[in-house]
C-alpha cells in the first residue's frame, strides 16, 4: 500500500506565494516521474508540472516562470513553490507518482488533494 499526502495549500493573495509538499509513503522500491496536477472547478484536471528522477522539472505555459517543482529522493517527497500566484491559479492540487513496488508493481498513486485559493 503507497499513500500520498499533500500539505501548503490554503488562501492567498493575488502576487502571493505558496509552497505544497506531498510526501509518499509504504511499500515503496523507487519513485520515477512525480508531479503536480490541478482541477479547477468546473474544468478538467491539467498538469501543472512533471520531474522525472534527479531530472529537471517540465511546466505548463500557464506557470512558467512563476512554479518551481524540486524532489527529494531520499524523503520520497516533491514540493511545488508557487510564486505571483494569480486568480486562475485557484484549483485542487493533487501530487501523483509513479512508484515501483518492493513486490514489482507499478502503479500511479495520486494524493487526496489540497486547495489553493487566490483571492483578495
Known amino acids: 500500500q503507497v499513500q500520498l499526502v499533500e500539505f501548503g495549500g490554503g488562501l492567498v493573495q493575488p502576487g502571493g506565494s505558496l509552497r505544497l509538499s506531498c510526501a509518499a509513503s509504504?511499500?515503496?522500491?523507487?519513485?520515477?516521474?512525480m508531479g503536480w496536477y490541478r482541477q479547477a472547478p468546473g474544468k478538467e484536471r491539467e498538469l501543472v508540472a512533471l520531474i522525472a528522477t534527479g531530472g529537471s522539472g517540465t511546466y505548463a505555459d500557464s506557470v512558467k516562470g512563476r512554479f518551481t517543482i524540486s524532489r527529494d529522493n531520499d524523503k520520497n517527497t516533491v514540493s511545488l513553490q508557487m510564486n505571483n500566484l494569480k486568480p486562475e491559479d485557484t484549483a485542487v492540487y493533487y501530487c501523483?507518482?509513479?512508484?515501483?513496488?518492493?513486490?514489482?508493481?507499478?502503479?500511479?498513486?495520486w494524493g487526496q488533494g489540497t486547495l489553493v485559493t487566490v483571492s483578495s
Open positions: 509504504g511499500n515503496i522500491f523507487r519513485i520515477n516521474a
Open positions: 501523483k507518482a509513479a512508484i515501483y513496488s518492493w513486490t514489482g508493481v507499478n502503479q500511479e498513486v
